[in-house]
Nanobody, 124 residues
Framework: QVQLVESGGGLVQAGSSLRLSCTVS????????MGWFRQAPGKEREFVAA????????KYADSVKGRFTISRDNAENTGNLQMTSLKPEDTAVYYC?????????????????WGQGTQVTVSS
């Protein structure tokens, strides 16, 4: 059974940086893409970033482009989201997701496995 576990969330001030990690277990191959989504209170889940299985192709939501960087380490079965210049509007629960497709898109239904989420709170 594939499991994803996020870590690295927390409370930070605006302008700070934070690095989220996602550890994938139960998968014998690295041929899966990964994505990050977030959900703020009272809002729908939204796409943040995605990376293909080789880590060579990435995609970002316009709201985080230039501030967030998605990466992965296939040797360690981990995915990361480096967040810089954080804003209060980045406050949300952040979810890691994995897809059997070689490049996951920006829709949640394109992903097969999800983590439990990690809270990121940015104070002004």
């Amino acid at each position: 059974q594939v499991q994803l576990v996020e870590s690295g969330g927390g409370l930070v001030q605006a302008g700070s940086s934070l690095r989220l990690s996602c550890t994938v277990s139960g998968r014998t191959s690295n041929s899966y893409s990964m994505g990050w989504f977030r959900q703020a209170p009272g809002k729908e889940r939204e796409f943040v970033a995605a990376i293909n299985w080789r880590g060579r192709t990435t995609k970002y939501a316009d709201s985080v482009k230039g501030r967030f960087t998605i990466s992965r380490d296939n040797a360690e079965n981990t995915g990361n989201l480096q967040m810089t210049s954080l804003k209060p509007e980045d406050t949300a629960v952040y979810y890691c997701a994995a897809s059997e497709s070689i490049f996951g898109g920006s829709r949640g239904d394109e992903y097969d496995w999800w983590g439990q989420g990690t809270q990121v709170t940015v104070s002004s």
